[in-house]
T-cell receptor, first 112, second 110 residues
Framework: DAGVTQSPTHLIKTRGQQVTLRCSPKSGHDTVSWYQQALGQGPQFIFQYYEEEERQRGNFPDRFSGHQFPNYSSELNVNALLLGDSALYLC???????????FGDGTRLSIL | GNSVTQMEGPVTLSEEAFLTINCTYTATGYPSLFWYVQYPGEGLQLLLKATKADDKGSNKGFEATYRKETTSFHLEKGSVQVSDSAVYFCALYNDYKLSFGAGTTVTVRA
């Protein structure tokens, strides 16, 4: 039974570029949440997708957007990258938004 | 709003020592509470959870009790091993999202 899978594992971009991160939820899960974890800090909630709609959003600018597909997989898009966007981006899935959330190993994004 | 405050680290212990990591929270309503663990280069793994007041979560020798009167969820383990070295995060779930503490780095020496 595959857990939450994220791709790519590492990514290097330059300021101003755009990036897309991908997530496949754990089997049987239909809800996907995204978190940003800066170095040495706890994860910060970006948004949650359920039934292909954004159900809840954290305190992140509109440069951060997402999408959920009919197979429940999800993408996180970040436009106009800033140096401060360098972080580990974690995807978590859960059944119908219930708990607990299961996390993937994350995508390490570095902005030069 | 929701917030979690946990004991600052780093914490360094000898094998078989007793571990406590304090966690307090602020939330509206009745959140569920969690402890997650993160090993180097990995994502978060759920360690234990509690969904209502006075519930005790336990796993792999770790325990935490949901104390509504003190808004706390302290993590304890009676005898730590080198393999318990990791970063531990306390979190609460409310309004469809997890809110995390800053994390506590624990190092166990042989």
């Amino acid at each position: 039974d595959a857990g939450v899978t994220q791709s790519p594992t590492h990514l290097i971009k330059t300021r101003g570029q755009q990036v897309t991160l991908r997530c496949s939820p754990k089997s049987g899960h239909d809800t996907v949440s995204w978190y940003q974890q800066a170095l040495g800090q706890g994860p910060q909630f970006i948004f949650q997708y359920y039934e292909e709609e954004e159900r809840q959003r954290g305190n992140f600018p509109d440069r951060f957007s997402g999408h959920q597909f009919p197979n429940y997989s999800s993408e996180l898009n970040v436009n106009a990258l800033l140096l401060g966007d360098s972080a580990l981006y974690l995807c978590a899935s859960s059944p119908r938004g219930n708990q607990p959330q299961h996390f993937g190993d994350g995508t390490r994004l570095s902005i030069l | 709003g929701n917030s979690v405050t946990q004991m600052e680290g780093p914490v360094t212990l000898s094998e078989e020592a007793f571990l406590t990591i304090n966690c307090t929270y602020t939330a509206t309503g009745y959140p569920s509470l969690f402890w997650y663990v993160q090993y180097p280069g990995e994502g978060l793994q759920l360690l234990l959870k509690a969904t209502k007041a006075d519930d005790k979560g336990s796993n792999k020798g770790f325990e935490a009790t949901y104390r509504k009167e003190t808004t706390s969820f302290h993590l304890e383990k009676g005898s730590v091993q080198v393999s318990d070295s990791a970063v531990y995060f306390c979190a609460l779930y409310n309004d469809y999202k997890l809110s995390f503490g800053a994390g506590t780095t624990v190092t166990v020496r042989a």
